[in-house]
């Protein structure tokens, strides 16, 4: 069984930025989608951003394009999300996620999850 560890949250004033990582284990993720979501406090999970298997196509939701950069590197079984220009509404609990689909941006379409990186942004 696959398990998913994310890192690189932390505290950042706005307009900072941050790279998180989610590093898989047991099982190689070259065959999964691999995405992003977040949780803010009272809110429900919402998509982020995804990427396919081989890192041809990626999906962002609109509060994050021009900002923020999925990647990943099936080698080193990691994906990651470059977050630039942090704004205080990108505050949340973010989590990676893989998905059997090509391509996913719906909690249903993701199979497996990790624990989950704070991110706070200071105003």
């Known amino acids: 069984q696959v398990q998913l560890v994310e890192s690189g949250g932390g505290l950042v004033q706005a307009g900072g930025s941050l790279r998180l990582s989610c590093a898989a284990s047991g099982r190689t993720v070259s065959m999964y989608c691999m995405g992003w979501f977040r949780q803010a406090p009272g809110k429900e999970r919402e998509f982020v951003a995804a990427?396919?298997?081989?890192?041809?196509?990626?999906y962002y939701t609109d509060s994050a394009k021009g900002r923020f950069t999925i990647s990943r590197d099936n080698a080193k079984n990691t994906a990651y999300l470059q977050m630039n220009s942090l704004k205080p509404e990108d505050t949340a609990v973010y989590y990676c996620a893989i998905g059997l689909r090509a391509i996913g941006r719906e909690e249903h379409d993701f199979d497996s999850w990790g624990q989950g990186t704070q991110v706070t942004v200071s105003s």
């Open positions: 990427i396919t298997r081989n890192g041809g196509s990626t």
